[in-house]
């Protein structure tokens, strides 16, 4: 089973952007469906964006579809979520998963990392 260790979250104005990184153990990175979900303050987790193993594949909630941006470095055992226009709505706990081999929707995932933490100041 992967591990996964989120990186990247932190304090942002509105209209800011920040990249989250999350990083994969193990030798079977490019196996894997990679996604990001995230959980807003008294809310449940929800899904945010997913990528096929090679990349070739990328699927995004509404809400942040044309702001969020998920990308993958299988050399580096890496996926990567870049959000720009970050609005408040945004904060939110925001958690690294996997899931081995093609994607199957957002409820197919079943590693998970630690989270980070985004806040987006008004």
């Known amino acids: 089973q992967v591990q996964l260790v989120e990186f990247g979250g932190g304090l942002v104005q509105l209209g800011g952007s920040l990249r989250l990184s999350c990083a994969a153990s193990?030798?079977?990175?490019?196996?894997?469906?990679m996604g990001w979900f995230r959980q807003p303050p008294g809310k449940e987790r929800e899904f945010v964006a997913a990528i096929s193993e090679t990349g070739g594949g990328t699927y995004y909630a509404d809400s942040v579809k044309g702001r969020f941006t998920i990308s993958r470095d299988n050399a580096k055992n890496t996926v990567y979520l870049q959000m720009n226009s970050l609005e408040p709505d945004d904060t939110a706990v925001y958690y690294c998963?996997?899931?081995?081999?093609?994607?199957?929707?957002?409820?197919?995932?079943?590693?998970w990392g630690q989270g980070t933490q985004v806040t987006v100041n008004s």
């Open positions: 193990g030798r079977a990175f490019s196996y894997y469906t």
């Open positions: 998963a996997a899931k081995f081999g093609t994607y199957r929707g957002p409820t197919s995932f079943s590693s």
